[in-house]
């Protein structure tokens, strides 16, 4: 069965088992740096907000000889564990009033999604771009959220701006920024996993990294834009900090020493996206640093190698 004929009978398969109350869609879906998912999109009672549910990787397991009828299963066992809250109101996207709060935003790489953000509002910052969604519920389970589309902005009269604004005060409040060292999450890790951990990986003259990201961890890389964070952290170092984007969910901060060539920290980058990150979960090649004394957040290196 080839893969468009799989993603039929698994819809097929889908729409049999839950009945005529049920609305099922295919989607192409895109995702971060120009990766595409074909999701299935289930609606209930003609709701419009309907879960996707990723088929891609379900079908590697079909050619690797599951039945059709056990992925199914498996699938509609993901669509009723994470439903939408039962309190949602279908049309949730055309009462700004209800939503404003829950609006955030968060960053990506602006030459990889090039055609998402032609669909899109968004803010260029440096070689990325800050975009915007709407935080639908966030539990054990994960983080549920819907894209925000130009023509939301049209529908609710706001400007881009505006956007911004809402985003920017709600973002630090629904997840607050997180700041460890990397000794500190390795021996974290070593608690959690009982192993040894390999303090070689940080011997005590290694540089003194720390991960900024945010309370659940999930594209928490925006951080560090939020107002105060690198410059009460610079001031606490008693240094400028250079910034490192390890990913979409965080980045690396090292206090500038001035030891290091920045075209050398560009370059240890762009060899761990390439060799480590996964590629949707890639946000730049470049180094930044946050500079004291200008109060200032700023690209320094030269690298425009795309991050796909």
Request: with cysteine; hydrophobic share 40%.
């Amino acid at each position: 069965m080839v893969y468009e004929e799989f993603l039929m009978k698994v819809k097929d398969e889908a729409q049999k088992a839950l009945g005529s109350g049920y609305e099922l869609t295919l989607r192409r879906i895109p995702k971060n740096n120009g990766m595409i998912m074909d999701g299935l999109c289930i609606a209930k009672n003609a709701c419009r907000i309907a879960p996707a549910l990723y088929l891609n990787p379900f079908y590697e397991q079909y050619l690797r000889g599951r039945p059709v009828r056990e992925i199914t299963g498996e699938i509609l066992r993901l669509y009723h564990s994470n439903q939408p809250p039962s309190e949602l109101d279908c049309r949730l996207f055309e009462n700004f009033s209800a939503i404003q709060s829950k609006i955030a935003c968060r960053l990506i790489h602006r030459a990889s999604n090039r055609k998402l953000l032609s669909q899109i509002p968004f803010i260029p910052w440096e070689d990325l771009a800050l975009v915007f969604s709407l935080c639908i519920q966030e539990d054990e389970r994960g983080l549920m959220t819907a894209m925000i589309y130009n023509q939301h902005l049209t529908a609710w009269n706001l400007s881009l701006e505006q956007l911004k604004a809402i985003a920017m005060k709600n973002t630090p409040r629904l997840f607050p920024p997180v700041i460890s060292s990397i000794s500190c999450i390795l021996e974290e890790l070593s608690r959690e996993f009982s192993f040894s951990a390999n303090l070689s990986l940080c011997p005590p003259d290694s540089p003194p990294f720390y991960v900024l990201t945010n309370s659940c961890g999930i594209n928490g890389a925006v951080c560090m834009l939020y107002p105060q964070v690198l410059k009460n952290f610079a001031e606490g170092m008693e240094h400028d900090i250079l910034i490192l984007p390890s990913s979409i969910h965080e980045v690396l901060l090292l206090p500038d020493e001035n030891d290091v060539p920045y075209e050398h920290l560009s370059n240890l980058v762009t060899s761990i996206n390439q060799s480590e990150v996964p590629s949707h979960e890639r946000l730049s090649n470049q180094v930044y640093r946050f500079s004291r004394s200008e109060n200032r957040l700023q690209a320094i290196s030269n690298c425009h190698l795309p991050v796909c």
